[in-house]
Each structure stands twice: as structure tokens, then as C-alpha cells.
């Protein structure tokens, strides 16, 4: 994704192969229904590509919303993602958002750490419009 491209680390953290994140679904302020619950399937898709990440699978999530009495198509909030990520030990939650910005869009990725909270890592980049791409 083209634009500014922002980085902050918190402090180095150690994730391994063994260790699990979840992906939370993005706030989507943009008024564009489009990216609603796609922009965490894209997320999911190419992290599972990674030989050193381990995301919480699609069925995982159902099985614990379920055992939560939540029905399995439930938005993850923030609240809900950690609430699974509790459930299921996760190490760290990705959370993110996606807003207008003049004329682009203003994407943020954060992560989390799971059991603490504290913010672990934060990307922040900006893109184009979908019409203005080609």
C-alpha cells in the first residue's frame, strides 16, 4: 500500500512459531460498507503466507464465539478479540481501523499484546482511492 508508511516499536517482542495472534475486524469510519469484515480476511490471507506467524483460524473463532453463547458471524471488536484471546491464549491481537483522509484513506494496524494490553507495534499508511489507483 502506497503513501506514508509510519513505524513505532514499542519495545522488542518475542513471538514464535508456536505463539498465536488474532486479527480483529477493522473500524471502519469511511462510510464504504466495502471494507467492512474484508480488510481483516485480506490481513488473515497474507499473514497465514508467513512461515513465523500463527493466526487463530476462521474456525477457531467460530468454535469460541460459540462456546461464548455469541453466534459465529459476531464482529471481533477489540473487546470480543480479547476476550478470545484469553480463551484461547493468544499472544498478541492486531486491531486496526480505516478512516477518509481528504481524498485518500488512512489506514492504522496495531498490535497488541494480548494478556497485557500494551501496545506492541503501530503501522500507520495512507492510500488512494480505489478510482484514483488506475
Known sequence: MAGGLYLRLHR??????????????????????VFDGTLRKALAVDLEQSPYLKVLSEGKVQQTLALMGKPTDTR?????????????????????????????YLVTLDAVNASSNDTLAEVQWTAPPAKNRF
Request: hydrophobic share 45%; charged share 20%; with cysteine.
Open 12 to 33: 522488542a517482542v518475542t513471538l514464535t512459531t508456536k505463539d498465536t495472534i488474532l486479527i480483529a475486524d477493522f473500524v471502519n469510519t469511511t462510510g464504504d460498507s
Open 76 to 104: 471481533l471488536t477489540p473487546a470480543i478479540a480479547r476476550e478470545i484471546c484469553q480463551r484461547e491464549s493468544v499472544k498478541a491481537l492486531l486491531t486496526g481501523s480505516i478512516a477518509s483522509l481528504a481524498s485518500q
